[in-house]
């Protein structure tokens, strides 16, 4: 089976307990310590067997491979890939069945986090990842006042869209966001409004 991990924590010893996202399930597994273990890291996509064990009553995760990118080694990019991984757990945090929605996201994540600034990547996700669980909203209403938003809007968690003041924040170019939230492609934005958007984003999916 393949995977992605998005969290693990802590057990006795060295024991980890492992979240891993598959096609279709969110996995929770334990991994006993040895010293002939591969190594494993959050955002690591792995292959893996998942045993049913007498020692512990969750699963045991085994024969464990890493399935490398190239970028993984990349500090800055694992970084922001692990951050963006955090995300994702929490997101989907209570959740056991899922649809293969989000485990090809994350894959199509992947293959395209070296070419470009990985951030712009996560957005353009997110934006679909929104459509998906159909909260995008792109019609332009302000989250505050429930009118209409003719100028240029600020987004707040979510990327909800408000007038600028009413949630008091720095607004985006309305064309630029426009065609982000439509064609899922953030060419036209700066990498500046990218962090901006970024930092909206780690407040929560
Ligand atoms: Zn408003």
Not at 124 to 148: P, Q, T, V, W
Not at 157 to 177: D, N, Y
Request: aromatic share 12%.
């Amino acid at each position: 089976m393949q995977g992605y991990i998005i969290n693990f924590n802590r057990a006795k010893d060295e024991d980890l307990i492992v979240t891993v996202l598959t096609k279709n399930n969110i996995l929770t597994l334990y991994r006993f310590y040895g010293a002939r273990h591969s190594h494993i890291n959050l955002g690591y996509k792995i292959d893996f067997e998942s045993k049913s064990s007498i020692k512990s009553n969750i699963p045991q995760l085994r024969d464990v491979l890493h399935l490398a990118n190239k970028w993984n080694t990349e500090h800055d990019r694992m970084f922001i890939w692990q951050a963006f991984i955090k995300l994702i757990f929490l997101h989907l945090k209570d959740v056991d069945d899922i649809h293969d929605f989000y485990f090809n996201l994350l894959d199509n994540c992947s293959e395209k986090w070296h070419t470009q600034n990985p951030k712009r990547v996560a957005i353009e996700a997110y934006i679909k990842l929104l459509e998906y669980e159909g909260r995008l909203h792109d019609e332009f209403i302000c989250f505050n006042c429930e009118m209409s938003i003719e100028e240029n809007p600020a987004l707040i968690r979510g990327f909800l869209p408000a007038h600028e003041k009413c949630v008091w924040s720095e607004t985006f170019e309305r064309l630029q966001i426009e065609e982000l939230f439509q064609t899922k492609n953030s060419l036209f934005i700066n990498d500046k409004d990218i962090a901006r958007l970024w930092k909206i984003m780690m407040e929560g999916l």
